[in-house]
């Protein structure tokens, strides 16, 4: 029987169990001073099974604790792991009852006594899913607009911090130096010369022994997601991070060999300047019918774009890129950031 594939949402609980992963994530994703006044060697994770008889904390949901810097108080970390491809419209809501059955747990447990100011819940929401997160960030917003100002004050208002990993802004992103960064950009990245550049970073961020269970998850990722995007199919669950490396750029240097080979064989790519333009041509003609194979028609400003490379190695590239984008604007991002030939 073939081994069951490892879901994508296990991948992340799995990196999100680990405490230096969530201090990199708070550091790099979360905005606020407040952050640095946390007291990252005081992170202790929890166990979510502390609700009530109807609401139960979901095994893919994690809670944790630290305290801040220079004080008693403690704070809350509740992070939901939504890998869905549409979004939980309730899930203000459901952030807010967790929140709420949090706090009355260490009000019953005796962690709070009586008076005791109550400690701060960050909500998170982690969402990887294809279309736009279009759901309310705040309870409130469930309640509706149409409703009398008298009643404003009794409605519950609370925000979930959301993190749309496929839609957080690319130009920040590539600023973010970080192990969850790098976690992030993995998973966005479709072109295999910068991915593998990220993940060689990766790989030299995540050498310690505190990283052991984090190197576990991305290989098991690397195995059963980014092998399969490159086309490698054979069990390759014997080769370490950095072996599994070596191959994905082998890859990469096959499908360009293949490409440029195709001119060559011919004689266009070193060719004659009519020759040469000959195969230039065929190669935009094919990054065009394959952009548009997979996402349909295309917007004229890319057409043009695209048929104003003159270089074949880049439109080799593009031909690359041109069947591993998982969107058109995908596309369109990476071919900016990579060759800056792509404008709008």
Known sequence: MAKAKISLDAVYKK?????????????????????????????????????SDTLNIRSNDIVWQLQWKNTRQTCYLVVMLEFQSSTNYWMALRMNAYTTLL?????????????????????????NGKRQWNAPRDVADLFG????????????????????????????????HGVAAQIVKLEREKNITPLMKVYHELLTQIQG?????VC?????????????????????????LQELGVVLENRAEEWKKMFLAEGRAEGKAEGKAEEKLQ??????????????????PLPS????????????????????????????????????????????
């Open 145 to 176: 607009a149409n409703l009398p100002k008298e009643l404003l004050p009794y409605i519950p208002s609370q925000r979930h911090f959301l993190l749309d990993i496929s839609r957080f802004p690319e130009e920040i992103l590539d600023k973010l």
């Open 103 to 127: 706090l009355q747990d260490l009000i019953a447990t005796r962690k709070l006594r009586s008076q005791t100011p109550l400690p701060i819940v960050l909500p998170i929401v982690i969402y």
């Open 279 to 296: 195969f230039t041509v065929s190669l935009r003609k094919r990054v065009i019918e394959d952009l548009k194979l997979r996402f349909g």
């Open 216 to 240: 576990e998850v991305l290989h098991i990722w690397v195995l059963e997601y980014l092998l399969g995007r490159m086309g490698i199919t054979e069990d390759l669950s014997h080769l370490n």
């Open 209 to 213: 022994p505190e990283y052991t269970d």
């Open 15 to 51: 990196f999100f169990s680990n405490p230096y992963i969530v201090k990199s994530f708070l550091q790099d994703f979360v905005p606020g001073d407040y952050i640095e006044d946390l007291d990252f060697s005081t992170l202790e994770r929890l166990s979510g099974n502390y609700v």
């Open 301 to 344: 400003h890319l057409i043009a774009s695209i048929e104003m490379i003159t270089d074949p190695y880049v439109l080799v590239d593009f031909v690359v890129l041109a069947s591993t984008a998982n969107s058109l604007q995908n596309f369109e991002v990476l071919s900016k950031r990579n060759r800056s030939v792509v404008k709008e």
